[in-house]
């Protein structure tokens, strides 16, 4: 509460600062009450209201004694909703921020760093054959200058898995909040190398740089998205989730337009251009620290329930916090004397079969749906389109734009329609377009028109990637696991993500060798079992508690048997109306 409500307007309800600090017998004139965490009191004008006592079994861990005093306050008269509705307004205003200081040095991180290397690919090979010929006094043969070139490419992926594999043990030592503040350690490094390459005469600095932001990619995929989950409510926590495919997206598309050869694209600028990564992260280091941490990790792993409570506090405001602390401690309850699981556990255990199952086969599926294989395929598809030389850097920036496009608009249905929905349709629309697509680039030499529809399908694939597979699958991870397992989901997550971009990134050129015009062929046998695989196995999620959702995974894996234990609401011991 930033002010006592002043006594214009009406409420109907529960007036929202219930705590037992109300003196009995003063029901009729002010009412007074402290404050969480404060220790100040908060007073207003609350005229004709009833006052009902309840004493109730306490929740566990709340720091009161187990029996305590609990007075509602039953409003019909001229209490205002107006000191709320601002104090809500600006929780609001808390979780916005919060989502865009995790995501500007997130996700953001990764589309930007993946999208900015092509740009300077000839100018980086030139730098790459002139150190060589400074240091040996004869140029590196073609063939090498293509092997650096790779490795330079390769090593960020190579990197995002030394990431994966590092942000679970992170994030349960540090935190989500701190351990991606400390991941831009990677970042500065990285930034560092770059910019002072050139000078330093030495293409193994831009290796290294490459390792560096991918080990930051690897973490911040994998942390953001655990934290962002972990501190939205249930009713909004899909699409808060989804902003990490927006941040993406958004990366991807800035990466593009910052490599333009009019910005820092051309052949003096490029160390800036890879550099420019420290500029997100240093936004990230001003304005996370000032944001609260996920309040399940404070009250589930670290047992701080002041904290949590006041973490609660900031992203909701204090009339919505009650409900959700009764639930943290349901999940707590349900959690105890459980340590954290390691990434191998989770395949030895019955109870979570269906969701290493749907994390493994759906990650696999959205990274070998070819959406990735799409970019490689398009200038040269634009060109046959007719599109000249010069233009073409700005038709691939259009491809960027359509996935930031869908990546907003699944954010804000998909709490309408689900994630099964939105998976299933997202798989089916690729398995359309990525046909057609095939039957284009069959056809395109013999039909004037065929370059044209392969340049739409192209457009029409990325749309279909960004409303569901791009976004929902990132964020299975927090939604099918508790909190002692949801690190360790993490980390096969995000292992087997890198793993397959690396495969996929190594093996396409023999596979387009091989197939053709027909390469697409297998990519859509991949979007059809993910398709399916979703409608048949893998449960909905859209606004179920974390608990809800255990209780409901429990029942698919032992179906023969009965439910988990579940936690109980406090008993009413007595209640009688003053």
């Not at 601002?86 to 865009?100: D, E, H, M, P, R």
């Not at 890198?498 to 062929?521: A, D, K, N, R």
Request: hydrophobic share 45%; proline share 6%; charged share 15%.
């Amino acid at each position: 509460m930033s002010a006592p409500p002043s006594p214009q307007r009406a409420c109907a309800g529960t007036c929202p600062a219930m705590v037992a600090a109300v003196p009995l017998g003063q029901g009729r004139s002010s009412q007074a009450a402290l404050l969480p965490n404060t220790g100040e009191m908060c007073t207003w004008s609350m005229p004709s209201c009833d006052l009902e006592r309840s004493e109730v079994q306490n929740l566990p861990g709340l720091g009161v004694s187990d029996k305590g005093l609990r007075t509602s306050v039953n409003c019909t008269g001229a209490a205002t909703l107006e000191g709320f509705t601002t104090a809500s307004n600006i929780q609001g205003k808390v979780l916005l921020l919060t989502i865009c200081a995790a995501g500007i040095g997130g996700t953001f991180q990764f589309g930007y760093n993946l999208s900015i290397i092509n740009a300077p690919t000839l100018h980086i090979q030139d730098f790459t054959n002139e150190t060589w010929w400074a240091r040996t006094g004869r140029p590196l043969p073609d063939h090498l200058v293509l092997l650096v070139w790779s490795l330079m490419v390769s090593l960020y992926p190579l990197g995002g898995l030394f990431g994966a594999l590092l942000a679970g043990p992170l994030a349960i030592k540090l935190g989500r909040k701190k351990s991606l503040l400390v991941n831009n350690v990677f970042v500065v490094a990285a930034a560092i190398l770059f910019g002072f390459s050139r000078r330093a005469g030495s293409f193994e600095m831009i290796m290294l740089g490459r390792l560096l932001v991918g080990v930051s990619a690897g973490v911040s995929m994998n942390v953001q998205p655990m934290y962002l989950g972990e501190s939205a409510p249930k009713e909004l926590r899909g699409a808060v989730a989804m902003t990490s495919a927006i941040f993406a997206a958004l990366g991807v598309v800035m990466g593009q337009v910052v490599g333009l050869r009019e910005l820092l694209g051309g052949p003096q600028a490029w160390p800036l251009l890879l550099a420019s990564c420290l500029v997100p992260g240093l936004l990230q280091l001003a304005s996370l620290p000032l944001l609260p941490e996920s309040p399940r990790y404070l009250l589930i792993d670290c047992g701080d329930t002041e904290a949590c409570l006041a973490a609660l506090q900031r992203l909701r405001g204090p009339a919505d916090v009650a409900g959700e602390l009764a639930e943290l401690e349901q999940e707590r309850a349900a959690c105890r004397d459980r340590r954290a699981r390691r990434p191998w556990e989770l395949f030895r255990e019955r109870a979570l079969r269906r969701q290493v199952a749907s994390l493994v086969v759906l990650g696999s599926a959205m990274e070998l749906c070819g959406n990735d294989t799409v970019y490689a395929y398009a200038s040269g598809v634009f060109r046959e389109a007719g599109i000249p030389e010069e233009k073409v850097q700005y038709a691939i920036i259009g491809t960027g734009s359509c996935e930031l496009l869908t990546a907003f608009v699944s954010c804000v249905v998909i709490e309408r329609l689900g994630r099964r929905v939105l998976l299933m349709g997202g798989y089916c629309l690729m398995t359309c377009w990525g046909s057609v697509f095939t039957v284009a680039l069959y056809l395109q030499s013999s039909i004037p028109w065929m370059p044209y529809l392969a340049m739409s399908c192209i457009f029409a694939f990325i749309l279909s990637f960004g409303i569901g597979p791009a976004g929902v699958t990132g964020i299975l991870a927090t939604e099918l696991f508790d909190q002692t397992a949801r690190p360790a989901a993490y980390m096969v997550s995000g292992a087997l993500m890198w793993t397959m971009l690396f495969l996929v990134g190594l093996g396409f050129p023999f596979i387009m060798e091989g197939l053709s015009h027909f390469i697409y062929v297998p990519f859509l046998g991949v979007c059809v079992c993910g398709a399916i695989y979703t409608g048949f196995f893998l449960p909905e999620t859209k606004g179920k508690t974390f608990l809800e959702i255990s209780e409901e995974l429990h029942r698919l894996n032992f179906p023969r048997k009965s439910p988990g234990p579940t936690w109980r609401d406090p008993e009413v011991i007595l209640s009688t109306e003053l």
